[in-house]
């Protein structure tokens, strides 16, 4: 699998389709949160064994999304992947920007997020993020940690979003996903971090 520039890795547990997406949103937009335990587990589940990171941290929401819900839906995950891996959870990234990716279009979302790293940054993290859809919020929180220290940067994420035009047998082949298990050619018209 090929991950996005300068991510080292990336893992997503399914597909951003059917009930994942549904599964989401629940936690995203109706703060039911009953479901971040068993996310955090299958997160673990879908990393490789052995894979050795200093710290887990998460790619926040903007303060305008966390006030409105609440929560940081990202930040829960990292909390809960740091109890199931043993991982120390440490609060890296500040949004410095507003603006969300949510109801942005395809280009517009390449205008990622900018993000400051807070102190210096571990040799190797893993970025948590609930969705991917471009990858530009992933790239731009990885550019910073490596602009602040950071060696390696990992990432692993509960959905990844299929291009539109991809058929539901291409998204998700059988049982849970993952990223690696998608890596197929570019003529099969999947994102390019599958």
Request: glycine share 8%.
């Amino acid at each position: 699998m090929a991950a996005l520039e300068p991510l080292s890795g990336l893992w997503a547990v399914f597909a951003y389709a059917g009930a994942g997406r549904e599964l989401l949103a629940r936690l995203k937009y109706r703060n039911q949160r009953s479901c971040v335990r068993w996310l955090a587990s299958a997160m673990a589940t879908t990393l490789p064994s052995g894979l050795a990171v200093d710290a887990v941290t998460w790619a926040p929401t903007s303060a305008k999304r966390r006030r409105q819900r609440g929560f940081d839906q990202a930040e829960l995950l990292a909390r809960a992947l740091s109890r199931q891996t043993g991982v120390p959870v440490v609060r890296l990234l500040r949004r410095v920007d507003e603006a969300g990716q949510t109801g942005r279009n395809r280009s517009q979302r390449f205008r990622a997020p900018v993000f400051a790293v807070r102190g210096a940054s571990p040799s190797a993290v893993l970025v948590v993020d609930d969705v991917i859809t471009t990858g530009a919020t992933l790239q731009s929180a990885a550019k910073s940690l490596i602009g602040a220290g950071a060696e390696r940067v990992e990432a692993v994420v509960a959905g990844a979003t299929p291009l539109p035009y991809t058929t539901p047998s291409a998204r998700q082949p059988s049982g849970v996903a993952t990223m690696r298990a998608h890596n197929r050619s570019p003529a099969e018209r999947e994102p390019p971090w599958m």
